[in-house]
Nanobody, 127 residues
């Protein structure tokens, strides 16, 4: 049974940093796309960042325009984890953040392309 478990959310002030982590179990995703999405109250779930497998141990990252330069996605292959480092947080970053993994795709950008989802972790940024 595949599980994705997020951690690291919390309440911070604007300008602060947070690091979200997602631990996968049940299978490995070394050659699969993984990503972070978020959903704010009253809004649709949106892509934040994805990491896609290219070849060997090479991965490349993509980011939503709203987080470029502030968020950084990374993988810990040995631990089967994906992390999201967030700096210069803004109130508009407030949302539930979800980790996701694709079952068979090495590259995935759309929500529908992801098969496994975590339960989410709340990030609240106060002004």
């Amino acid at each position: 049974q595949v599980q994705l478990v997020e951690s690291g959310g919390g309440l911070v002030q604007a300008g602060a940093s947070l690091r979200l982590s997602c631990a996968a179990s049940g299978r490995t995703f070394n050659r699969n796309a993984m990503g972070w999405f978020r959903q704010a109250p009253g809004k649709e779930r949106e892509l934040v960042a994805t990491t896609s497998w290219s070849s060997g141990s090479v991965y490349y990252a993509d980011y939503a325009d709203s987080v470029k330069g502030r968020f950084s996605i990374s993988r810990d292959i040995a631990k089967n984890m994906v992390n999201l480092q967030m700096i210069s947080l803004k109130p508009e970053d407030t949302a539930v953040y979800y980790c996701a993994a694709a079952a068979d795709r090495s590259n995935a950008k759309r929500i529908a392309e992801y098969d496994y989802w975590g339960q989410g972790t709340q990030v609240t940024v106060s002004s």
